[in-house]
């Protein structure tokens, strides 16, 4: 039973994104649009190149940003606060989330690789609000994105987290190597599984994963 490989932990680290919300929501179907027009404005490129530049980067540096401020010295203040301007309408609140994630014991975080006031939007509108004890984004973690060990480090050194006694929660299976590496606990949150030697557990419902990890214990 999932309970049994968890009873250690003390450290509960979230992604945000098809995480704490049903990939669904399509949320990040709204960011991919903002982010394609900003890179096509930006770069003077058109609309299909702005989307591949979009995806390329992405695949090759964890996250478009990383790849702008890389290849184009891109300041990344404006870059967050407009693709993170959407709709948050779509997302509803989820009771049955905010009470299992309330029942573990230790600490709780978010880790993004989005900004940290979009984080707390998001959370906002799931009514997460004032359940985490720290909400971490790229800025945090000096612009490195997940899946960089560099992001990493810097955020759990930031939280004081031990690895050893952490857990990590993730839609996106890259994301969950190095956490794995550190000797956390890996959870891939997501419709299907991703088999991987760095991914320990597999879950399409998050609160009744959480749940099950505060089953009573006999014997």
Do not use: C
Request: zero cysteines.
């Amino acid at each position: 039973m999932p309970h049994t490989a968890f009873s250690h932990v003390a450290h509960w680290v979230f992604d945000l994104d098809n995480t704490l919300y049903p990939p669904s929501a399509r949320l990040f179907d709204q960011i991919e649009r903002r982010m394609t027009d900003y890179v096509a404005r930006v770069l003077d490129v058109g609309e299909a190149e702005a989307n591949h530049l979009r995806d390329h980067y992405w695949r090759l540096y964890g996250t478009t940003l990383a790849g702008l401020m890389h290849e184009h010295g891109l300041a990344p203040g404006p870059y967050l606060a407009e693709v993170h301007d959407i709709d948050f309408g779509v997302l509803s609140p989820d009771p049955e989330l905010r009470a299992a994630i309330a029942d573990l014991p230790g600490q709780k975080i978010v880790f993004t690789n989005g900004s940290a006031p979009y984080a707390e939007q998001v959370l906002a509108a799931r009514g997460l609000s004032g359940l985490f004890d720290g909400v971490f984004g790229v800025e945090h973690a000096e612009y490195h994105p997940k899946p960089h060990p560099e992001a990493f480090s810097t955020v759990f050194a930031k939280a004081g987290l031990t690895p050893d006694r952490a857990a990590m929660f993730e839609d996106d299976p890259r994301n969950l190597a190095v956490p794995h590496g550190l000797g956390m606990r890996t959870v891939l949150v997501a419709p299907r599984p991703a088999p991987a030697p760095h991914i320990e557990h597999h879950t399409a419902d998050l609160p009744q994963f959480l749940r099950a990890l505060r089953a009573p214990r006999h014997g």
